[in-house]
């Protein structure tokens, strides 16, 4: 079975652009979450989404937004970029809001 | 407030057991997790304990639970070469959240 699957792998953005990340969840899975991952960090909470809706958002700026499709995949946007929005973008999927997340390969961002 | 704490670095090897040390801070957390991170990839799902348990065993993981002093280790039999990553314990949020909160990571070198 596949894993959850992020696009692209690396990207390379300039300040003050916008960017968009995709998600697609393990089969089956209803649930996605996305978080932030700095070097040297662990991951940070961003958004989850349950069957489309908003369950949960970070500390994160209005410039961070994402959204849930009918098929359950996920974009991730990001508006005005900054020097320190450079980092990996983990997407997790569960079957549930609740349940274990399992977590894709990331999209490595920069912002230069 | 909300912070999970691991030791930075540790250096153990081959065929050794590796003990990774986790404190967390909220009572309420349902489970707590470990993951492994290794260069460039995204988090891979260990095992996870819920919260009413000691311990749980899983082939070479053995994971002991602490309720009392919110302390959590992940041991790991006859490690291998294999087993050199990072490795994240992450705690579900307070009661009515659904993110993870991850602790900095422990940095496991195995040395041949």
């Known amino acids: 079975d596949a894993g959850v699957t992020q696009s692209p792998t690396h990207l390379i953005k300039t300040r003050g652009q916008q960017v968009t990340l995709r998600c697609s969840p393990i089969?089956?899975?209803?649930?996605v979450s996305w978080y932030q991952q700095v070097l040297g960090q662990g991951p940070q909470f961003i958004f989850q989404?349950?069957?489309?809706?908003?369950?949960g958002r970070g500390n994160f700026p209005d410039r961070f937004s994402a959204r849930q499709f009918p098929n359950y995949s996920s974009e991730l946007n990001v508006n005005a970029l900054l020097l320190g929005d450079s980092a990996l973008y983990l997407c997790?999927?569960?079957?549930?809001?609740?349940?274990?997340?399992?977590f894709g390969p990331g999209t490595r961002l920069t912002v230069l | 407030g909300e912070d999970v704490e691991q030791s930075l670095f540790l250096s153990v090897r081959e065929g050794d057991s590796s003990v990774i040390n986790c404190t967390y801070t909220?009572?309420?957390?349902?489970?707590l997790y470990w993951y492994k991170q290794e260069p460039g990839a995204g988090l891979q799902l260990l095992t996870y304990?819920?919260?009413?348990?000691d311990m749980k065993q899983d082939q070479r993981l053995t994971v002991l639970l602490n309720k009392k002093d919110k302390h959590l280790s992940l041991r790991i039999a006859d490690t291998q070469t294999g087993d050199s990553a990072i490795y994240f314990c992450?705690?579900?949020?307070?009661?009515?959240?659904?993110?993870?909160?991850f602790g900095t990571g422990t940095r496991l070198k195995v040395l041949a």
């Open positions: 997790a999927s569960s079957l549930g809001d609740r349940e274990a997340q399992y």
């Open positions: 992450a705690e579900t949020g307070p009661s009515g959240t659904y993110k993870y909160i």
């Open positions: 989404y349950y069957e489309k809706e908003e369950r």
């Open positions: 089969s089956g899975h209803k649930s």
């Open positions: 909220d009572s309420s957390s349902t489970y």
């Open positions: 304990i819920f919260s009413n348990m």
